[in-house]
């Protein structure tokens, strides 16, 4: 539980993934990266319930298998390449009833994260209850910095945010970027503002060597590669 409320750890795991083909049964360790997440979100101390929406028949079944599964697959419309995240946590919200409670949100490719990141997610938005009203994790960006991306216009490179480009990195400002490892707020924030990052979200920084987001295959060896080196340990988790 979080300032006494209901933690609902909410798992999207669409069926359809044009980058990696069905990269949610992918099996990094010992399990899929499905598994993965279901494993590491009943691991959280503050979570008491897990909720995977999925299209897709087999996540459904394997959902099932840990008792985190909706009670029918996800519709259709949701399970779209273009369908927002955040619907698909609303329609969660609305068949389970979910109310007055946080939704925290953690998406099956990010494979890095480790338990200590998720608590430490839910603990940042405890400690400063009143002040903040979401939070999600990110990681330093510094290459290449906003400042220094262009587009072409007219045949010609223009800055794309209309900044001089040429300056010493040294000298520009910090970004960054969001993880996509995760992400969480209250019922009623999702249900007024329709989004996991409303105006007062902190930001809970994570090391590039935790951030890697399986997006396409080259993020694919770039996980074997950092996990095969040693430079990072896949933590393994009960049942």
Request: net charge neutral; proline share 5%; with cysteine.
């Amino acid at each position: 539980m979080l300032n006494g409320k209901t933690v609902y750890a909410l798992i999207p795991a669409r069926g359809g993934s044009k980058g990696i083909p069905r990269k949610n049964l992918y099996r990094l360790g010992n399990d899929t990266l499905l598994e993965r997440t279901i494993k590491l979100a009943k691991a959280c101390r503050y979570v008491d319930s897990v909720v995977v929406s999925t299209d897709d028949a087999e996540m459904h079944e394997l959902a099932k298998k840990y008792g985190v599964n909706m009670p029918a697959p996800r519709p259709a419309h949701l399970a779209t390449d273009t369908a927002r995240t955040v619907d698909v946590v609303l329609h969660v919200m609305e068949e389970m009833s979910i109310n007055d409670a946080y939704i925290f949100l953690l998406q099956t490719t990010s494979p890095l994260r480790t338990l200590a990141d998720a608590e430490g997610v839910c603990g940042l938005l405890e400690k400063n209850t009143g002040k903040a009203d979401a939070v999600a994790s990110v990681v330093r960006h510094d290459s290449p910095h906003p400042d220094k991306i262009q587009k072409i216009d007219g045949g010609y490179l223009k800055s794309y945010l209309g900044k001089e480009s040429l300056v010493a990195r040294q000298s520009l400002p910090e970004v960054y970027a969001l993880n996509g490892a995760f992400y969480i707020t209250h019922t009623g924030v999702l249900l007024r503002e329709r989004t996991f990052m409303p105006e007062h979200t902190l930001p809970f920084v994570m090391p590039k060597e935790r951030s890697v987001n399986l997006d396409g295959m080259m993020d694919l060896y770039l996980i074997e590669a950092l996990v095969t080196k040693g430079i990072v340990r896949i933590e393994e988790y009960a049942t």
